[in-house]
């Protein structure tokens, strides 16, 4: 029987890439529109995999993983979730000055060190980072004095667009095993 991902993602570009790429590979994809539309899907089919887009439509990424983790049926779905942070830090370079700070931010995309790090780099804008003391928030986390706003758990793996083919079909070779023959 073939694995079932859903695919949640408000481009519809990415949708039909990414569900060329899943089909071409043995998988039966289905596709959701936006966060909302995702998680009724998810609820109905019970998919062996997620890919989910951080930034939709009614409901963001972040708030769908939060409920499918809390879903007793779906909290053991693995979820690969889709950023777009490299995008924002090319487009830093056209707005900002502060070139060491960019320079930074993409160090970080290299080789976050934690997953503290990486949940920061992800989820705030390039914007927002610049405005607050990374490492302090960082710190301020780990000594309990920081609450991440209902953010329950991780997904199990990031990866930014675009994402090469090679790199996506080991992700989910890596979540729900080989791919059908």
């Known amino acids: 029987m073939k694995k079932?991902?859903?695919i949640i993602d408000d481009e519809k570009a990415i949708r039909e890439y990414l569900s060329t790429i899943l089909s071409e590979n043995g998988f039966d994809v289905t596709m959701a529109v936006d966060g909302e539309d995702g998680l009724n899907k998810a609820r109905e089919l019970k998919p062996d995999l997620i890919t989910l887009d951080v930034m939709m439509p009614k409901k963001t990424g972040i708030y769908v993983l939060g409920e499918l983790r809390r879903d007793r049926e779906l909290a053991s779905v693995p979820v690969i979730m889709l950023t777009s942070v490299k995008s924002f830090i090319e487009q830093s370079y056209k707005e900002l000055d502060n070139v060491e700070t960019i320079k930074q931010m993409e160090t970080?995309?290299?080789e976050p060190d934690s997953k503290i790090q990486k949940f920061f780099l992800r989820f705030k804008s390039f914007r927002k980072m610049l405005l607050i003391d990374r490492d302090s928030m960082v710190d301020q986390f780990k000594k309990g004095e920081l609450k991440l706003g209902?953010?329950?758990s991780l997904p199990d793996i990031f990866l930014d667009?675009?994402?090469?083919?090679?790199?996506f079909t080991h992700a989910v070779d890596k979540l729900i095993g080989p791919r059908p023959k």
């Open 108 to 110: 970080l995309l290299d």
């Open 4 to 6: 079932r991902v859903l």
């Open 161 to 167: 667009k675009p994402v090469e083919p090679e790199e």
């Open 150 to 152: 209902g953010m329950p």
